[in-house]
């Protein structure tokens, strides 16, 4: 079994520990999180320290993997930029539940979280360091650019593109062909019947523009 070590200590950690075990595939060693002391165990796995502890695990551990269990999209990739900092041939591998569907042809990048029951259908593209949460479903010839999420039941039509950084909250729903730019946050619930722009929050049914969004902005 390859092993790993998850970058993360919360809830969205304590997911990912149990697709991982189930997966079957890696062993855990333990998690990394710079705003949490070193112990107590999460979920039995102990917390190594922060990003400084890296090189130090790669020493002891050599040929270990990485996952970034962070939920909101800008610190993800913030954590990702560093860890690359750190190790530039560092390995991501991606979390992915058995119970997901994935269709012929979908193409999968790194440090992607796929959870329990989602559906990502023929020939879509899902880009590195994304998360198709718990029975999300992702059309046909779908584009999910990089540190995007698409989060709980919400639903994709065919040709849809969700660009990067971007955010589909909690059971909003994307009308086939639908593009959404990057930056962008479609609130949960929404129906989104046109495109929408980058660095923007839209949401209601159905869903208009309504207000500019900064980057990093909180949105969870
Ligand atoms: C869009 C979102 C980020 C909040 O945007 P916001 O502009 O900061 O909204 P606020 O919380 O300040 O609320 C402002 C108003 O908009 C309403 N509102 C917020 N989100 C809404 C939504 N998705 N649909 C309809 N109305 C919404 C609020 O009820 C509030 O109404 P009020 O002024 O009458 O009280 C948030 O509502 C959302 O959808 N978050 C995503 C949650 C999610 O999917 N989490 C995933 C977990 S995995």
Do not use: C
């Amino acid at each position: 079994m390859e092993k790993v070590v998850i970058f993360g200590a919360s809830g969205h950690a304590k997911v990912t520990i149990d697709i991982l075990e189930k997966s079957g595939k890696y062993e855990i060693i333990g998690l990394l999180d710079s705003n949490k002391n070193i112990g107590p165990d999460v979920l039995g796995f102990k917390i190594w320290g922060g990003t400084d502890v890296v090189p130090e695990l790669l020493k002891k551990f050599p040929g270990l993997k990485f996952f970034i269990a962070i939920g909101d999209n800008w610190r993800r990739s913030k954590i990702a930029q560093e860890l690359l900092k750190i190790e530039p041939n560092i390995q991501f591998i991606n979390a992915i539940h058995p119970s997901a569907i994935l269709g012929k042809n979908v193409s999968l990048g790194r440090g992607i979280m796929i959870m329990a029951g989602a559906i990502i259908n023929a020939d879509s593209v899902i880009g590195d360091f994304t998360i198709i949460n718990t029975k999300a479903s992702v059309g046909h010839e779908s584009t999910i650019m990089e540190y995007s999420s698409v989060a709980p039941n919400s639903t994709l039509g065919g040709n849809v593109t969700v660009g990067r950084y971007s955010a589909i909250s909690i059971s909003a729903t994307i009308l086939n062909g639908g593009s959404v730019g990057e930056h962008t946050v479609i609130g949960a619930g929404a129906l989104l019947t046109k495109d929408a722009d980058s660095f923007s929050v839209y949401y209601g049914v159905p869903a208009k523009f309504i207000r500019p969004r900064e980057l990093g902005e909180k949105y969870l």
